[in-house]
């Protein structure tokens, strides 16, 4: 297992991409600006009934729980260990308390489609290892892998949506298989992410072997999952590189990525993607942890906790993808790009 370090608990402001790509741009394409997100842009259509914002106390100005997982075991061996239960419980919790996965790429591109009154939360899972997905001679996920886990929970919860993030690196899941893993994730609405190829401390590296870790990573990808669209990346060890624009965008041997999301290692919630604090090029994340512990104060169980005492800090949903509402209080929070989709009350 890939050694990592402690979480970074400070953003890194990225303010020179603005030569980078916008909302609709994908990998490969020049576009005008760094992670635009139009006012118009409300995403796909919502399956769910909208609620006047204030019966539910709406605020998509809140902020929003983006969890990190690595490992599950039996027996952790470091701060990034889980076990299968634990992570099982953390599930229960969120379903519970009304929070609805969403992807890496729909919470940068402010696609939140939840149920009016409800919380969304992304899960995301570093290193691509075999306790996380691993499919039978089936072809259906094991029962104690993260994925079986997260699927039995969906299942037991309607409206817990069955969906993650997983930042990958070369020679994803092993047990089953790349190409077999990806094509299944895919499939089934999942999310998959560029973590490098090698796991490779960023920050360590030449512009050149940063661009070749990342662009190596997506060619891998595009392999083993023809058509999926990467534009999700998350730092081995949390690490910038020198040139933070290049964990944007970049280009090695023919092969160039744009990413609209550049995810941290921790320690705390992410703003709203509508919030004027939102930096797509430094989203931070929570590790998932128990109450006691190494850091434990950053961890996720200590977060879940602040937020549900704070519950008017946190993103609460008003069921309408197409408008941002929020008390009149928090519009000085707005991102001036969705003005035009405000529903202040």
């Not at 790509?21 to 576009?31: F, K, L, Q, Y």
């Not at 990034?80 to 919790?93: I, K």
């Not at 993607?273 to 989203?283: E, H, L, V």
């Amino acid at each position: 297992m890939r050694r990592r370090s402690v979480p970074v608990l400070s953003a890194l402001l990225v303010g020179l991409l603005a030569t980078s790509c916008s909302a609709g741009g994908s990998a490969g394409t020049d576009s005008s600006a760094a992670f635009a997100r139009p006012a118009g842009d409300a995403g796909s259509a919502s399956a769910h009934a909208p609620r006047d914002p204030a019966s539910v106390r709406a605020n998509e100005l809140g902020q929003v729980p983006v969890l990190m997982y690595h490992q599950l075991t039996e027996h952790p061996a470091s701060v990034y260990d889980r076990t299968p239960a634990d992570f099982r419980a953390e599930l229960e919790r969120l379903a519970r308390e009304g929070y609805v996965p969403i992807t890496a790429a729909e919470l940068t591109g402010g696609r939140i489609d939840v149920p009016a009154g409800a919380h969304p939360v992304v899960l995301t899972f570093d290193d691509s290892t075999n306790s996380q997905v691993r499919l039978g001679a089936d072809g259906r996920p094991a029962p104690d892998s993260a994925l079986g886990i997260l699927l039995d929970v969906a299942r037991r919860h309607p409206g817990f949506r069955a969906t993650a993030t997983f930042f990958v690196n070369s020679e994803p899941f092993s047990a089953t298989g790349g190409k077999q893993a990806l094509g299944w994730l895919a499939a089934h609405g999942f999310e998959v992410g560029n973590h490098t190829m090698d796991h490779s401390n960023l920050r360590t590296l030449g512009d050149e072997e940063v661009q070749h870790e990342i662009a190596g990573d997506l060619r891998e990808i595009r392999q083993l999952a023809p058509g999926a669209r990467v534009v999700s990346f998350a730092l081995p060890f949390g690490s910038m590189p020198e040139q933070a624009a290049l964990a944007v965008r970049g280009s090695s041997q023919g092969v160039s990525y744009q990413h609209r999301g550049v995810y941290l290692v921790g320690a705390n919630p992410a703003p709203s993607p509508f919030s004027a604090s939102f930096d797509a090029a430094a989203i931070p994340r929570i590790r998932s942890e128990g109450a006691n512990g190494q850091e434990a104060e950053y961890g996720s169980t200590a977060w879940l906790d602040r937020l549900a005492a704070n519950p008017s800090s946190r993103y609460t949903s008003d069921g309408d993808p197409a408008t941002v509402a929020f008390p009149k209080a928090e519009e000085s929070r707005l991102a001036p790009a969705y003005r035009a989709r405000a529903r202040a009350y």
